[in-house]
């Protein structure tokens, strides 16, 4: 091992200021301090900067970024010039055939469909990630029993609850109105209405399965409709209940008496496929089933079955359980393989978007930000505020302001 501290000729010219190269410095002209790689790689604090940006972090961490899009990279790399982060941005998704490319980096940075499972630990832990930051709210997709103990996970609890729930409202007028059927009749020069006819939403019943952050905002905007409001939660939240006058019931009365149901809870044991054959046959004919949840909450071969015998009025999906496999990427000039969600897409009544709800500019502005102070809350040494393990939900020492191992 070398001694880098002082006089190591190589390490000063590969790392000069705050973890940056020294070409990098003329973009960075208020910077002066000089560090070594080896300051670097021994974790020390860069020296002081004038360049009002707080330095005091470990430097040019490196962050593997899976399942990278354009929109991704341009909003991280953006919000990373406060940071100065090292990403590699990968194309490919993160799983047992990609793990090793997360070989020498200290975090992997992965989406909805980038998968951690039991197996994949031991391969990230011996390529020497010591965090996995999740790039979303749900964590469905990390075996968070395999990983407690050994690698941190953080993630992105709130981004823009607005966005996802203005997203479910854009489906059910969409369904309502048939506006995507109008705008290309019309361009087509044909100007008939038939086959469109809605119904007011007003004084209509919606039924919302899971009252957080954007099950919440959902009510207040069906609210402002005139809808009427059943909800469920596990743990209802009472004083919100009579401020807002809703009402919480249990599930079946939510089946029984709802035209609309939205599901905005998350994809655990409990939920996977909450809405099957069972909670259809007791649905009211005709209801619209809005799902910008996360895909297993639906038994989508059930939902096609209430499809078929017109027990579902309207289905508006922005999941589906099968989703990895397509959702963000182009099939247009190719076969869709899988049967089920081709037969979805025969419907009329359906309309799919490719998980798209959260997509807004200031929720991918979050989401970069949220995700980079993660990274630098983990590396900074300090309580982990978004850390998440399988023991957030018993006693988990995150409640005494620890880390949750
Ligand atoms: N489509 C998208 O782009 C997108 C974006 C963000 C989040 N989501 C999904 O939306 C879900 C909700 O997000 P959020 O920010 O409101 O999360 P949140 O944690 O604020 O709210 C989830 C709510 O569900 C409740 N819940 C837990 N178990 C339940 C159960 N068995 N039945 C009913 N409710 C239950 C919780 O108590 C909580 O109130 C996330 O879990 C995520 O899967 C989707």
Redesign the pocket.
């Known amino acids: 091992m070398t001694d880098g501290r002082k006089g190591n000729k190589k390490n000063e010219k590969a790392v000069t200021c705050c973890g940056k190269p020294k070409e990098d410095l003329q973009k960075m002209p208020s910077c002066q301090s000089s560090v070594t790689a080896e300051d670097d790689r021994l974790g020390n604090e860069d020296a002081p900067c004038n360049d009002g940006i707080n330095r005091s972090r470990p430097r040019l961490k490196k962050i593997a970024f899976f399942d990278n899009k354009p929109y991704d990279r341009r909003s991280f790399d953006d919000v990373n010039k406060k940071y100065g982060y090292d990403i590699v941005y990968f194309h490919d998704k993160l799983n047992k055939h990609t793990v090793n490319l997360a070989n020498g980096f200290d975090a992997v940075c992965i989406f909805v469909n980038d998968i951690v499972d039991k197996d994949m630990v031991e391969a990230l832990l011996k390529n020497g990630v010591r965090l996995i930051v999740l790039r979303?709210?749900?964590y469905n997709n990390v075996a968070l029993e395999s990983v407690y103990g050994k690698i941190h996970v953080a993630r992105v609890p709130?981004y823009s609850?607005y966005a996802?729930a203005e997203h479910t409202v854009a489906l059910l007028l969409t369904l309502n109105r048939k506006t995507h059927k109008a705008y290309n009749r019309v361009r087509d020069g044909n100007f008939s209405i038939d086959g469109f006819l809605g119904v007011d939403l007003f004084g209509k019943t919606a039924g919302i399965?899971?009252?957080?952050?954007?099950?919440k905002r959902l009510i207040s905007i069906l609210k402002g409709f005139g809808m009427k409001i059943l909800a469920?939660?596990?743990?209802p939240d009472e004083e919100y209940a009579k401020k807002e006058n809703i009402k919480y019931v249990p599930r079946e009365e939510i089946y029984k008496n709802a035209d609309v149901i939205s599901l905005?809870?998350?994809?655990?044991p409990?939920?996977y496929h909450l809405i099957n054959d069972e909670a259809i046959g007791l649905m009211k004919k005709g209801v619209v089933m809005l799902n910008?949840?996360?895909g297993g909450l639906i038994d989508t071969k059930a939902l096609i079955a209430g499809l078929k015998k017109g027990l579902i009025g309207a289905a508006g999906l922005?999941?589906y359980e099968e989703e990895s496999e397509y959702f963000f990427e182009d099939f247009s000039s190719t076969i869709i393989k899988d049967d089920v969600l081709a037969r979805l897409l025969t419907f009329p009544n359906v309309l799919i978007t490719s998980?798209q709800?959260?997509f807004t500019k200031e929720a991918l502005y979050n989401i970069a930000t949220t995700t980079l102070d993660n990274v630098k809350e983990f590396f900074d040494g300090g309580y982990l505020k978004n850390e998440i393990c399988y023991r957030c939900n018993k006693p988990c020492r995150k409640k005494q302001g620890e880390r949750c191992f």
Request: glycine content about 16%; aromatic content about 6%; hydrophobic content about 30%.
């Open positions: 979303c709210a749900g709130a609850p996802v399965i899971g009252t957080g952050q954007i099950g469920y939660e596990p743990k905005h809870c998350p994809l655990v409990e939920t910008t949840g996360r922005d999941v998980h709800a959260f």
